[in-house]
């Protein structure tokens, strides 16, 4: 591809919100995507990862959608 997104920030996938959330604790600039709504969260992943960029989030903790669906 001539250009690709790639987020500045980091990024980790875990399993669940727990992890997540244990994950998080009280690091400030964290945020944790996850939605329920499969569909939704695909749709709006890649805007969400780039207002994260643009905040100055340092770390995105993305919660893994479930396997079907």
Not at 24 to 53: C, F, K, N, Q, V
């Amino acid at each position: 591809l001539e250009s690709h997104y790639a987020p500045r920030c980091r990024l980790l996938l875990v399993a669940n919100l727990d992890d997540a959330a244990r994950l998080a604790g009280d690091a400030p600039r964290t945020e944790i995507l996850d939605d329920p709504d499969l569909a939704r969260y695909a749709h709006s992943l890649y805007s969400r990862l780039r207002d994260a960029d643009d905040r100055d989030i340092d770390t995105v903790i993305a919660v893994m959608p479930p396997a079907v669906g």
